[in-house]
């Protein structure tokens, strides 16, 4: 603070700016970064940014089975929500420490 009480106004803007830039530098390594999910004992594999992106989905040939076209559905949705809980926890670890300031965190990032 500056004298009379009143808070220094360069200082506020600069460190506002640091952590603007600090969050856009998390937020692009969270976009080049990839985790992964699994179901099925590894037979249904999804790939997702640290942002929430799909990126892949690969489905062991053993998983297909043309008369149960379900549970290799409930694998599929089980790697993804799997590789997605990954990102989100990849996305807490890196922006938590950041927005922390913004009263609890950015809204629609988690």
Not at 2 to 28: S, V
Not at 66 to 85: F, G, K, R
């Amino acid at each position: 603070m500056i004298p009379g009480g009143q808070p220094n106004m360069q200082a506020l803007l600069q460190q506002a700016q640091k952590m603007q830039q600090d969050l856009a530098a998390a937020q692009q390594e969270l976009a080049e970064t990839e985790v992964e999910g699994s179901a099925g004992g590894g037979l249904v594999t999804a790939t997702v940014s640290g942002a929430g992106e799909l990126r892949a989905l690969v489905i062991d040939p053993k998983a297909v089975d043309p008369e149960d076209t379900e549970t290799l559905a409930d694998l599929v949705v089980a790697a993804v929500h799997n590789a997605t809980d990954a990102a989100q926890e990849l996305q807490q670890r890196k922006l938590g420490p950041l927005t922390q300031g913004l009263g609890g965190g950015l809204p629609g990032l988690f």
